[in-house]
């Protein structure tokens, strides 16, 4: 019954990892050399727009707000780091928990579930 609220915390506390080891937090230089390399326009803006977002987003996880919508904004930044850093531990597990988040939902403890009833719903019914 509580395993989503723990992939919830092991979400928050991979997240919080990967935000330490980004050069500036708010604009990551490694990734604005990707989107430099993918010819992007305006890479220093993506880059600080993706950490931003994926911040925000890692907080409304936290607290159960749109878990589901929130885990799969989070997994852009998550993904740009798998490909700037390549796949390890931190940011699998990362993935991972938020794959689980959008499956099964944010579980009990959460503020806002506005999801469930759409997710939840059966066909015909």
Known sequence: VYLPVGARLVLVACVQVLAQQMDPLWQPAAWVTLFNGWHLPWPAFLATFFAIIGLLATV?????????????????????????????????????????????????LSLWLPEEAFVTRRAGE
């Open 60 to 108: 409304m996880i936290t607290l159960g707000i749109m878990a589901r919508l929130m885990a799969i904004v989070v997994m852009l930044p998550v993904g740009f780091d798998m490909v700037v850093n390549g796949v390890n531990l931190v940011n699998g597990t990362a993935m991972a928990c938020g794959v689980f988040i959008m499956l099964l939902g944010s579980g009990p």
